[in-house]
């Protein structure tokens, strides 16, 4: 299984100026994805929870506070998606999806929103590309 390496998810999450390489990983790693058995509802399960905290996060200062909580709990429910579904494919998503989202949790608190959409720009890529390599 392909696997994307902590230096390049900390560049994609941190660092605007790593959009190519976010493709070029989010490629690899969707296909990859598919290959490895991965169903566009079990990616979903996890995306849909994000898009959710992204709406929170455009909200405003109260509601960045509980996206930023949100996130922070996402943490352990990918943990558990990882252990209940059967096939080693979520594990996978998660073991990338994990450290991608700490580089947002403990980034400066001035360099959180930024971080985070640059995680949810590679998510989205991520299923864009499973999706394109023909996941189901």
């Not at 096939?87 to 001035?110: D, F, H, M, R, S």
């Amino acid at each position: 299984m392909a696997t994307i390496s902590e230096p390049d998810i900390k560049k994609i999450v941190t660092n605007s100026e790593q959009a190519e390489l976010l493709v070029k990983q989010a490629e690899q790693f969707g296909k990859a994805l598919k290959e490895s058995g991965l169903t566009t509802s079990q990616i979903r399960a996890l995306f849909g929870e994000v898009r959710q905290i992204q709406g929170l996060w455009s909200m405003g200062n109260e509601q960045q506070s509980q996206a930023r909580r949100r996130l922070i709990l996402l943490k352990p429910k990918m943990a558990y998606r990882a252990k209940k579904e059967s096939g080693i494919a979520v594990k996978e998503l998660v073991e990338v999806l994990e450290p991608a989202l700490n580089y947002v949790v403990t980034a400066q608190t001035n360099e959180q929103a930024a971080n985070f959409t640059r995680f949810v720009e590679f998510f989205e890529a991520i299923l864009a590309y499973h999706k394109a390599a023909g996941g189901k």
